[in-house]
């Protein structure tokens, strides 16, 4: 039988290790939506060689802004990550940690009929969130929420990314940030972290309330 897995930890959190995941078709996938990204830094299939410096200056410019892309769920991708979102967090507040780690375990890279979220789309809209939440953007988020927000006792999966995230969107700076943090901590850990510390900012939301933490998220998260 398959160990179950817990977004709750019995230690720290070990540092990530960042896994390079090979997909078929992936680099070409890539390469064609890249490709449009380099031709706006004036470099395409045609442009003469240009130094190394420069090129991996552009390469890097046009990476961020793909991954800027691939985090930024819309119309019903961004319902569909909203849902999931409100139900993750709606399981930590209840300390149903086991259900919430299913349910980001069940997250791809690819949306399928089984499971049409991805793992970055529910990471970018977690960090859109916390960002407007900061800057106070629907005019109804606690005043200073993000700055009496802690991550929940105990270790987690994801902890390290969630407090980098949190520490980011106290400054409106999270979701600008996902290269970097993708970088540093690996996508799934920023799936997890970013879920995680969105949980603890909608905890915080509902003990200033005075209302639940799924109430909060149902209305909260959107």
């Known amino acids: 039988?398959?160990?179950?897995?817990?977004?709750?930890?019995?230690?720290?959190?070990?540092?990530?290790?960042?896994?390079?995941?090979?997909?078929?078709?992936?680099?070409?996938?890539?390469?064609?939506?890249?490709?449009?990204?380099?031709?706006?830094?004036?470099?395409?299939?045609?442009?003469?060689?240009?130094?190394?410096?420069t090129l991996q200056a552009a390469l890097d410019r046009a990476v961020a802004r793909y991954n800027?892309?691939?985090?930024?769920?819309?119309?019903?991708?961004?319902?569909?990550?909203a849902a999931l979102l409100r139900q993750v967090v709606a399981s930590i507040a209840?300390?149903?940690?086991?259900?919430?780690?299913?349910?980001?375990?069940?997250?791809?890279?690819?949306?399928?009929?089984a499971q049409p979220v991805t793992a970055s789309h529910a990471a970018g809209l977690a960090m859109a969130l916390l960002d407007a939440w900061s800057a106070n953007a629907t005019g109804d988020t606690p005043a200073g929420l993000l700055a009496d927000t802690a991550l929940p006792p105990g270790h987690w999966r994801g902890e390290r990314a969630a407090r980098d995230i949190?520490?980011?969107?106290?400054k409106g700076r999270a979701h600008r940030s996902v290269h970097k943090l993708v970088v540093q901590h690996g996508g799934i850990h920023v799936t997890d972290g970013a879920s995680?510390?969105?949980?603890?900012?909608?905890?915080?939301?509902?003990?200033?309330?005075?209302?639940?933490?799924?109430?909060?998220?149902?209305?909260?998260i959107g």
């Open 166 to 170: 949190l520490a980011l969107a106290r």
């Open 68 to 81: 800027a892309a691939l985090f930024t769920p819309t119309g019903r991708a961004r319902s569909n990550a």
């Open 1 to 53: 039988m398959a160990a179950m897995t817990d977004l709750r930890l019995d230690a720290p959190e070990p540092p990530a290790l960042i896994a390079i995941q090979q997909r078929t078709g992936m680099a070409d996938e890539m390469w064609r939506e890249i490709a449009p990204l380099l031709a706006d830094e004036g470099i395409t299939e045609d442009t003469d060689p240009t130094d190394l410096a």
């Open 196 to 220: 995680l510390a969105l949980a603890a900012a909608v905890q915080t939301w509902a003990q200033r309330t005075g209302t639940s933490a799924a109430a909060v998220a149902e209305t909260a």
């Open 94 to 113: 209840a300390s149903e940690t086991e259900y919430a780690a299913r349910l980001l375990d069940s997250l791809g890279p690819d949306p399928t009929e």
